[in-house]
């Protein structure tokens, strides 16, 4: 938790961003993932000052449980001084002890984006899904948040001026942005209306141009005409080269590589699906319709 500190902005852990949402739709399938279309509304999580602290804050854990498909299990929130935001105990459950931060009892609205992070942690436990090491696995808990429907009161907590800062989670706010307006494109959302942050706002707009540039790279027909002309650039020395690995250029997200037919020799060109990053590959043979088997997103493609 950020708290009056510096806030580090950008994308400096987008790869393993892009490697969580890969994970989640390897790990819960196309079905499971579509059964979070809605996102969890600002009316179910809301907290005012006038609320009984505890009785609040059971109620939130309680809406972003049932949010998270979680019926069996039952979150007991604390409040403690603590360094963190706050902390989970994953047990076998069906009981999870969850200490908020002291900070939380006169910063109420935010208990929500405190629990939906702590939650997530019980979610991925029972679905036994981890990534190695600290840092990563609070990404991969941080994006999982976001892209099921509850992160975006992670990005609304961010709060910023000339005089203090505050920000909650691992992810940088454009990042939140990111996997926010990932969601958002994937489902047809439009929270821009759900911020009371304007910083937050402005996060996600820079996430969601961010985003919709996953949707304009080569050999995607979207793509600009600076791409393309890199493409067929590589493209052409991919094919002088001869058998052999051909990769693209080293700042290129698509690499080339023989078909491996014998039948129909020529090249496959890899790139990641812009919706869930996973690789694709398919023939360098000119127009292409391609289905990503993962997420089911269907790319037009120029090879």
């Given at each position: 938790?950020?708290?009056?500190?510096?806030?580090?902005?950008?994308?400096p852990h987008l790869?393993?961003?892009?490697?969580?949402?890969?994970?989640?739709?390897?790990?819960?399938?196309?079905?499971?993932?579509?059964?979070?279309?809605?996102?969890?509304?600002?009316?179910?999580?809301?907290?005012?000052?006038?609320?009984?602290?505890?009785?609040?804050?059971?109620?939130?854990?309680?809406?972003?449980?049932?949010?998270?498909?979680?019926?069996?299990?039952?979150?007991?929130?604390?409040?403690?001084?603590?360094?963190?935001?706050?902390?989970?105990?994953?047990?076998?459950?069906?009981?999870?002890?969850?200490?908020?931060?002291?900070?939380?009892?006169?910063?109420?609205?935010?208990?929500?984006?405190?629990?939906?992070?702590?939650?997530?942690?019980?979610?991925?436990?029972?679905?036994?899904?981890?990534?190695?090491?600290?840092?990563?696995?609070?990404?991969?808990?941080?994006?999982?948040?976001?892209?099921?429907?509850?992160?975006?009161?992670?990005?609304?907590?961010f709060r910023e001026?000339?005089?203090?800062?505050?920000?909650?989670?691992?992810?940088?706010?454009?990042?939140?942005?990111?996997?926010?307006?990932?969601?958002?494109?994937?489902?047809?959302?439009?929270?821009?209306?759900?911020?009371?942050?304007?910083?937050?706002?402005?996060?996600?707009?820079?996430?969601?141009?961010?985003?919709?540039?996953?949707?304009?790279?080569?050999?995607?027909?979207?793509?600009?005409?600076?791409?393309?002309?890199?493409?067929?650039?590589?493209?052409?020395?991919?094919?002088?080269?001869?058998?052999?690995?051909?990769?693209?250029?080293?700042?290129?997200?698509?690499?080339?590589?023989?078909?491996?037919?014998?039948?129909?020799?020529?090249?496959?060109?890899?790139?990641?699906?812009?919706?869930?990053?996973?690789?694709?590959?398919?023939?360098?043979?000119?127009?292409?319709?391609?289905?990503?088997?993962?997420?089911?997103?269907?790319?037009?493609?120029?090879?």
């Amino acid at each position: 938790m950020a708290n009056g500190g510096p806030v580090v902005h950008g994308y400096p852990h987008l790869e393993t961003v892009r490697s969580a949402i890969t994970a989640l739709y390897r790990r819960l399938s196309y079905d499971t993932v579509h059964t979070f279309a809605t996102s969890v509304a600002p009316s179910d999580v809301a907290f005012c000052d006038t609320d009984d602290l505890y009785l609040g804050a059971q109620r939130v854990a309680r809406e972003l449980v049932r949010h998270y498909r979680l019926p069996d299990a039952r979150m007991i929130v604390s409040f403690r001084e603590m360094q963190h935001a706050a902390s989970v105990e994953l047990a076998a459950g069906p009981e999870y002890f969850i200490e908020l931060n002291d900070r939380f009892r006169t910063h109420r609205r935010d208990i929500g984006a405190a629990l939906a992070h702590e939650i997530m942690h019980v979610y991925l436990h029972r679905l036994d899904l981890s990534f190695p090491g600290t840092r990563d696995n609070e990404i991969l808990t941080d994006t999982a948040t976001t892209y099921l429907g509850a992160g975006w009161l992670l990005l609304d907590a961010f709060r910023e001026d000339g005089a203090s800062s505050q920000k909650l989670g691992y992810l940088t706010p454009e990042e939140f942005g990111y996997v926010l307006a990932k969601r958002s494109l994937a489902f047809g959302e439009a929270p821009e209306t759900w911020f009371t942050s304007p910083q937050a706002y402005t996060a996600y707009t820079e996430g969601l141009a961010r985003a919709r540039l996953d949707a304009r790279q080569p050999p995607l027909t979207a793509a600009g005409w600076a791409g393309r002309r890199r493409y067929a650039k590589d493209r052409r020395e991919a094919q002088s080269r001869g058998p052999g690995p051909a990769p693209g250029s080293a700042s290129a997200p698509y690499a080339f590589s023989p078909s491996g037919a014998q039948e129909r020799p020529g090249l496959r060109v890899a790139f990641p699906c812009p919706t869930c990053h996973q690789r694709i590959r398919v023939p360098v043979r000119g127009r292409v319709r391609a289905r990503c088997a993962l997420c089911r997103t269907v790319l037009e493609c120029d090879t």
